[in-house]
C-alpha cells in the first residue's frame, strides 16, 4: 500500500474537513433531546436467548468501537456450525421517539478521516448497544449449520443475550493466520470463507479487484493517500455478513414482506461495451465466459485490466433498497451477489439494518410484523438513497481536498499514470504514487500507461488536473 505523506499540518487538514461537513449540511452534534434519550434508554428485557457461553469474538479495523458483528464458529462432523450475533439497537430505540427520529433523519454513519458523523449517539453505538468485549449486551443471534462444500444446510435466528470474548482486529487476525497461530475459530474463519468465496464463484457472483482510493490517518496525526485494498480476512468476514443477508432476504421473501437490498442485471449492451473495450485493449475474453468469470480474471496491476476495471462499473450500477408487502418485487435479486439480499448486519451504522431484522424475527416467530416497522417500509428505500448519496458526496469531496493539498507544491510536475476512463473532455487518470485519479485535460488511449504533467492543484476549488506530458 502506497503512502504519500501529506505536505499540509493535519491542523489545517483537519479544518478543510469540518469545512466539507458543514457544506453538505452534516450535523455536528446531536441535538440535547435526542442525546437524554439515548441516555434514558434501557434494553428492552423481552425474551432473550441466553447466548453467553458461546466464546464470540468481533473482527473489525483497528480501534473501532461501533461494533456490530460477533463470531465465532466451530466444525460439526464433516461441515462446520457459525454462531453470528448481530447488535440490537431496536432493544434501545423506541418507535417513534426522539431517537428513532434522528436516525431517520441521518439514515448512516459517515466517516471523514479526522471523526465520524453516527447513526446513533456514541454512547449507544459506541457504548451500550456496542458488542464490546467482556459486555453482556443484547443481539439478534443467527445460527448457520453449513456442509463441508460451504452450503447452508439449517439457518436459526432469535434474539438473545452475548458476551464478547475478545475484540481482534484484522490486521493482527491477518498475521495470526499468515503465522499458524491462530485460534480455531479464526482459522475455520479463512477455511469458511474460502468455501463460501467458492460458493459464491459457482452461482455467478461478482467482485471488483480494484483498490479502494482512501486518505488513511498516520501514527504520527496527519494523513495520506493510498490505494488499499482489503486483507483476504477482510473478504473471508465478509462471506458471513453476505451468507446471513441472503438467509434474511429469503426469510422475508417467503413472509411476503421486507426490505431488500437490490441491483439490476446490467444491461446487454453494457456487457456488449465492455467486451469491445476488452478487445481493443488485447485482453482476452473468450465468447463463453461470462462477465463475472471475466471480471474475476482481471489483474488491477496490469493498466489494461486497470482500465477494464473501471469500465465494469457501470455494469454494477443501480443498487438501492426494495421494500415490499405482498407480491414479490420486480427486481428481488441483487446481481453482483447473484441472490435475494438484504442488508441485517450492521444495524449501529446503517438504518434499514434495524428494520429489515424486526420484520425477520417476526416472520421466524410466526408473529406479525409490528405495525410501526411495517408501516416505515415505503419510506426507507428514499432515506437509505438520500444517506448513499451524503456517503458519496462527502467521499468525494475529502479525497479531492487531500489530492490537491497534496500536490499544490508540485505543479508542473510530471507522473506516472494509467488512462482508466476516456470521454469528450478528456479522461481520468490514475497516478500510481502520490494514490491520486483526476481529470486529464487532453487525449490519451483508454488503458494507456503515459506520463502526465500536473497543471493545476487548487486546493480551494478542491481540483486537480493533468495533461498528457
Not at 234 to 241: P, V, Y
Not at 275 to 302: N, Q, T
Request: aromatic share 6%; charged share 25%; with cysteine.
Amino acid at each position: 500500500m502506497a503512502r504519500v505523506r501529506v505536505t499540509p499540518p493535519a491542523a489545517s487538514l483537519a479544518a478543510g474537513f469540518a469545512a466539507i461537513r458543514t457544506e453538505l449540511g452534516l450535523p455536528a452534534s446531536f441535538p440535547d433531546e435526542v442525546v437524554e434519550e439515548a441516555g434514558l434508554a434501557a434494553a428492552e428485557p423481552g425474551e432473550r436467548a441466553d447466548a453467553t457461553g458461546v466464546p464470540f469474538v468481533t473482527i473489525d479495523p483497528p480501534g473501532s468501537r461501533d461494533l456490530d458483528q460477533a463470531y465465532h464458529a466451530e466444525r460439526r462432523g464433516s461441515g462446520y456450525r457459525v454462531a453470528y450475533a448481530i447488535a440490537d439497537p431496536g432493544a434501545y430505540v423506541v418507535p417513534g421517539g426522539r431517537l428513532d427520529a434522528e436516525s431517520r433523519a441521518r439514515g448512516a454513519t459517515l466517516y471523514a478521516p479526522d471523526a465520524r458523523v453516527p447513526l446513533y449517539p456514541p454512547l449507544l453505538s459506541e457504548g451500550g448497544a456496542s458488542l464490546l468485549a467482556g459486555e453482556t449486551r443484547p443481539a439478534l443471534v443467527w445460527r448457520f449449520d453449513l456442509d463441508a462444500a460451504g452450503d447452508v444446510t439449517d439457518v436459526r435466528v432469535e434474539r438473545g443475550v452475548v458476551r464478547s470474548r475478545a475484540q481482534l482486529d484484522y490486521p493482527s487476525v491477518q498475521a495470526a493466520l499468515d503465522a499458524g497461530t491462530a485460534d480455531e475459530p479464526v482459522e475455520l474463519l479463512r477455511e469458511i470463507g474460502r468455501l463460501r468465496q467458492a460458493v459464491e464463484v459457482a452461482r455467478g457472483g461478482v467482485s471488483l479487484k480494484t483498490p479502494a482510493q482512501e486518505v488513511v490517518r498516520l501514527d504520527d496525526g496527519g494523513y495520506a493517500l493510498a490505494y488499499v485494498a482489503p486483507l483476504p480476512v477482510e473478504n473471508w468476514n465478509a462471506q458471513i455478513s453476505l451468507m446471513t443477508g441472503m438467509a434474511a432476504a429469503r426469510i422475508m421473501l417467503d413472509g411476503g414482506v421486507g426490505l431488500l437490498r437490490t441491483m439490476p442485471r446490467p444491461a446487454a449492451r453494457s456487457v456488449d461495451a465492455l467486451r469491445r473495450s476488452a478487445a481493443a485493449l488485447g485482453a482476452p475474453w473468450e465468447p463463453d465466459v461470462a462477465y463475472p468469470a471475466f471480471i474475476r480474471s482481471l489483474d488491477p496491476g496490469v493498466p489494461a485490466h486497470a482500465a477494464l476495471l473501471n469500465l465494469a462499473t457501470t455494469l454494477l450500477r443501480g443498487a438501492g433498497y426494495t421494500a415490499f408487502d405482498g407480491a414479490p418485487p420486480e427486481v428481488g435479486e441483487h446481481s453482483a451477489i447473484a441472490a435475494p439480499y438484504a442488508h441485517v448486519t450492521a444495524p449501529l451504522r446503517r438504518l434499514a439494518d434495524r428494520f429489515a431484522n424486526e420484520v425477520v424475527l417476526a416472520l421466524v416467530a410466526g408473529r406479525e410484523v409490528p405495525g410501526w416497522c411495517r408501516a416505515a417500509l415505503p419510506e426507507l428505500p428514499g432515506l437509505m438513497a438520500a444517506a448513499d448519496r451524503r456517503e458519496r458526496e462527502l467521499d468525494r469531496a475529502v479525497l479531492d481536498y487531500v489530492e490537491a493539498a497534496v500536490l499544490e507544491r508540485r505543479v508542473g510536475e510530471t507522473f506516472d499514470a494509467v488512462v482508466t476512463d476516456v470521454d469528450d473532455r478528456g479522461g481520468i487518470v490514475q497516478v500510481a504514487e502520490p494514490a491520486v485519479r483526476a481529470r486529464l485535460v487532453g487525449t490519451a488511449p483508454l488503458g494507456a500507461a503515459i506520463e502526465v504533467r500536473l497543471t493545476e492543484a487548487d486546493v480551494a476549488q478542491r481540483r486537480v488536473r493533468f495533461a498528457p506530458a
